[in-house]
């Protein structure tokens, strides 16, 4: 079950500091900071798996509002990305 911090990481929050934050709460099972390819630096969320769904609700409830490497962080289940529609710019024949 993973749970997903949209907004508010810091770009120096690392996925080692967000394991570290999060285990507070339950088993983190895996913990990533979504970064930019060119800098290197956080994107502003990541992702955060837990071993049970008990743990994800605890984790959830007890970082949501948190700071975090100075930052407001917002958590909450990440949900499936939804399909982008097709480009106006793409070939259509």
Known sequence: MYCTIWAG???RTTTEGLREAFSKFG????ARVVT???S???KGFGFVKYATQE???EGIAGMDGKFL????IFAEYAR???PNP???TEFQP
């Open 69 to 72: 490497d100075g930052w407001v």
């Open 27 to 30: 088993q983190v099972v895996h």
């Open 36 to 38: 930019d390819r060119v």
């Open 55 to 57: 743990e994800a609700a």
């Open 80 to 82: 499936p990305r939804t």
């Open 40 to 42: 290197g630096y956080s």
């Open 86 to 88: 097709p480009s106006q």
């Open 9 to 11: 990481l810091s770009k």
